[in-house]
């Protein structure tokens, strides 16, 4: 051991010695420099001083000042100093992949180095990391997994957890294993670093870890709000009613009641706060305009509006644009684009920043424009916190963002843009005043910011557990619900409990809470459990193509558009698609298939014209089903030789659609020329009049399986898809569990409760057959 205590003393003198030869050239004097007047540089040594003294400390500081670029360097630079260099191993987690991957391009740059020395990163998929790297940046995921397999993070010195104020649900969940941790590991030091003042809550969790704040200086920004728009722009709303951007008017008004209905004040509270509000003082023609705003639509008209109002009016300056995802931000690029003044790029550079946007494109958004040439960046809500524009002096923020809603639509998390919270409206703002004073354009009136919530509720109490429990139990955690009651604030024990039961039903947990073999898979896929074990059941039954799309569309949204005024057409385009299939799903594969052989001639837009089709929803499909190809393979199920043999089998991808969304099950009534179904926890349920079958007047299928039930007035079925007796015995939950015997038996309530005979006829039939098999 004397001999390997040798090796690390050499290597850390040698570090030293390469850290001070940069420090010394005129390019690393430079860098040092500019690191020097970042606020977090005042505080260098108090830090590091708090960090030797205590196992955890919790770190605050305004966005920019320092943290994630400068704290974990000061380590670093501390330890090679005192030729321990070699000796530490340093992890700063980051909860998305593009802020790990582009901030630790920026510190390897900083310290006159290449990525793979001794700064690395590692996200899902892809790495650059050497012998050398003691400072590792990486997703909050990529660590959970090395916890799977490495649980005391054995010769990790440091960990530093970023960005703890957005309460992702990786980073709560890190935090329980990590304060579990701490005992077993003395030496450890656990720093965590938050772009908020809420830094109480975690010193308490982590018994009064001490409290660290960075103060910093932020020029001060002009807030307008929607009424100050179109007074000063006089530009014109138009009314509420017409086809917006997303032409999911209908849907998106049922979604909101449903919201209504359930717990989101949020909701209510803009409807009631526009009844209250007092515009008064504004002009008849800016009432006029405001009486139009739907809330429920991200204009993109009014984007375009404002961005021309700043590239005519404003002082030089880039522009950062707050939008929800991927999809709006490509199809708001594409529009401006077209536009005479956004769309020319001798006078205005227009970029996306979004996670799965590839480094080099990301690397644009920080670089200086030409002379005389506008920066306009699109982003998602990573650009409020994780990364910093430098020179933005504009910011558009259209007040929503894409959250995972677990209440809202029923136990389905589905993505749909919702109110930010004023904190995070403050921080967007902030973000104009970085370099000099700075302008901020609220897509809302001021009444809409007066309502929203002070901070977002935390992912964990806002989100399905069904994938966190499968997560607990793949890193060998103990009981799901004792783990969980640990959390920094804990989920209600009934979704808990929801969460287990629902993966029992499904074959992921066996009756003592044990991960099953298709458990454990669904925990490595990252979606959904019922999508993941559809993607299974494809990838196995060898018809994975639709499959496929059907996952990826349920995962978007619908692309079918039922625009208000031409209700008719646009449902009989719809049904031209169902054919005789009696299901949503296989009209969606029918249209996206269709949609392809179209783009492949060139006339994809013509084609979504005139079948009432989102293009933008079938772009972010197919790129989706890209993705979720990719991740099959990963877990070793896929044969791609073999994948598509019988996708062409139109029942076998039934059976397999019903194998997904089980126990979303509604028993078919056809009573004389109407059809009701019926569930075992709703009795009567009805259909979405979107869906294709709520406009048959006979199934001939004695089941529905649906996706999801939203319920209103009543409840309702969105898409679903017709299925046999036979496939709802043989895919529907979990025959691997009690053998045939238990599955009839949990069966046998379906059984009793519909009076259904001919189940029980299949089912011995199919029994015989297959024990004849079994023989065999
Ligand atoms: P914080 O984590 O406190 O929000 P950062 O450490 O990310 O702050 O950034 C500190 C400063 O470093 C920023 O204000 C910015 O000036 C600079 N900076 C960060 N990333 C880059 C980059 N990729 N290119 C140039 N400058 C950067
Ligand atoms: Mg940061």
């Not at 375009?304 to 644009?321: D, Q, T, Y």
């Not at 994938?467 to 920094?488: N, P």
């Not at 005139?610 to 990719?630: G, H, M, P």
């Not at 319920?711 to 679903?720: E, P, T």
């Amino acid at each position: 051991s004397s001999v390997m205590e040798k090796i690390l003393l050499r290597r850390s003198l040698q570090l030293r010695n390469q850290q001070q030869a940069w420090q010394e050239s005129p390019e690393g004097q430079k860098m040092i420099d500019f690191r020097n007047s970042l606020p977090s540089y005042k505080e260098r040594d108090v830090l590091l001083r708090a960090i030797s003294d205590n196992q955890v400390i919790v770190v605050s500081g305004e966005t920019g000042c320092g943290k994630t670029t400068q704290l974990p360097q000061y380590i670093l630079e501390s330890e090679i100093d005192a030729t321990r260099g070699a000796l530490c191993s340093i992890i700063c987690t980051q909860p998305r992949r593009i802020s790990a991957m582009s901030v630790s391009e920026r510190v390897a740059a900083e310290r006159g180095e290449q990525l793979g020395e001794s700064v690395g990163y590692k996200v899902r998929l892809e790495g650059i990391k050497g012998r050398d790297t003691r400072l590792l940046f990486c997703t909050t995921g990529v660590l959970l997994r090395r916890l799977l397999v490495d649980r005391d993070l054995r010769g990790v010195t440091h960990v530093i957890v970023d960005e703890i104020h957005e309460r992702g649900m990786n980073e709560d969940f890190l935090l329980i294993v990590l304060r579990d941790l701490l005992p077993r590991r003395p030496e450890l030091r656990l720093i965590l670093m938050s772009a908020t003042l809420n830094a109480e809550l975690f010193s308490s969790y982590f018994s009064g870890a001490p409290m660290m704040h960075i103060p910093g200086f932020t020029h001060p920004v002009r807030a307008h709000f929607l009424e100050d728009i179109v007074e000063t722009t006089g530009y014109r709303l138009t009314p509420y009613n017409q086809v917006d951007d997303y032409g999911q008017e209908k849907m998106w008004k049922m979604q909101r009641q449903a919201l209504r209905k359930r717990k989101s004040q949020i909701a209510s509270s803009v409807e009631d706060a526009l009844e209250a509000a007092n515009f008064d003082k504004y002009s008849l023609r800016t009432r006029e305009s405001l009486a139009c705003w739907n809330p429920d639509s991200i204009g993109f008209n009014l984007i375009e509006n404002v961005l021309c109002h700043i590239c005519r009016n404003g002082r030089p300056g880039a522009v950062l644009v707050f939008m929800t995802g991927w999809d709006d931000i490509n199809s708001l690029k594409e529009q401006l684009q077209a536009h005479p003044l956004l769309g020319d790029p001798s006078r205005v550079l227009v970029l996306a920043c979004h996670g799965s946007m590839a480094s080099s494109e990301q690397r644009l958004i920080f670089n200086k424009p030409e002379e005389g040439v506008r920066k306009i960046v699109l982003a998602t809500n990573m650009a409020e916190t994780s990364i910093t524009i430098n020179d933005v002096v504009f910011v558009v923020d259209c007040g929503k963002a894409k959250e995972t809603s677990y209440d809202a639509l029923n136990n389905t998390p589905c993505l749909l843009p919702s109110w930010i919270s004023k904190a995070s409206a403050r921080q967007r703002r902030g973000r104009a005043g970085r370099v000099q004073p700075g302008e901020c354009y609220h897509l809302y009136p001021r009444c809409v910011y007066d309502a929203f919530a002070e901070y977002q509720l935390p992912e964990l109490l806002r989100t399905p557990l069904q994938s966190l429990c499968l997560q607990i139990k793949s890193l060998q955690l103990g009981s799901i619900s004792e783990f969980l009651s640990r959390a920094l604030q804990s989920p209600e024990l009934l979704s808990v409990q929801n969460a287990i039961e629902y993966l029992k039903v499904i074959g992921a947990l066996d009756e003592k809470e044990n991960l099953t073999i298709l458990g454990r898979h669904l925990s490595m896929l990252p979606v959904e459990p019922k999508l993941g074990k559809m993607l299974i059941l494809g990838a196995i039954f060898n018809c994975l193509d639709p499959i496929l799309t059907v996952v990826a569309g349920l995962s978007v949204r619908d692309p079918f558009l039922m625009p208000f005024d031409k209700k008719d057409l646009a449902e009989s385009a719809k049904s031209q698609f169902a054919g005789k299939y009696y299901s949503d799903h296989l009209a969606l594969v029918r249209a996206y298939e269709g949609w392809k052989d179209s783009e492949r001639e060139g006339s994809g837009y013509d084609y979504c014209w005139k079948n009432f089709l989102s293009a933008q929803t079938l772009k972010a499909i197919d790129s989706l089903r890209k993705q979720f190809l990719v991740l099959l393979r990963d877990t070793g199920l896929l044969d791609d030789s073999t994948s598509d043999l019988l996708s062409h089998d139109e029942h076998l991808v039934r059976a397999v659609i019903c194998g997904g969304l089980y126990p979303g099950v509604s028993s078919v009534v056809n009573k004389g020329k109407s059809i009701s179904t019926k569930t075992m926890e709703d009795g009567q349920v009805l259909l979405y009049a979107n869906s294709v079958n709520a406009r048959e007047q006979r199934i001939p299928y004695p089941w529905l399986v649906f996706n999801e039930k939203v319920k209103v007035h009543a409840v309702f079925l969105r898409d679903s898809t017709a299925i046999s007796d036979s496939m709802l015995l043989l895919f529907g939950g979990n025959l691997s569990q009690g053998g045939l015997d238990g599955h009839l038996k949990m069966l046998g309530g379906y059984l009793e409760f519909f009076m259904k005979p001919a189940l029980a006829d299949t089912y011995t039939k199919l029994k015989r057959e297959l024990e004849e098999l079994i023989q065999k």
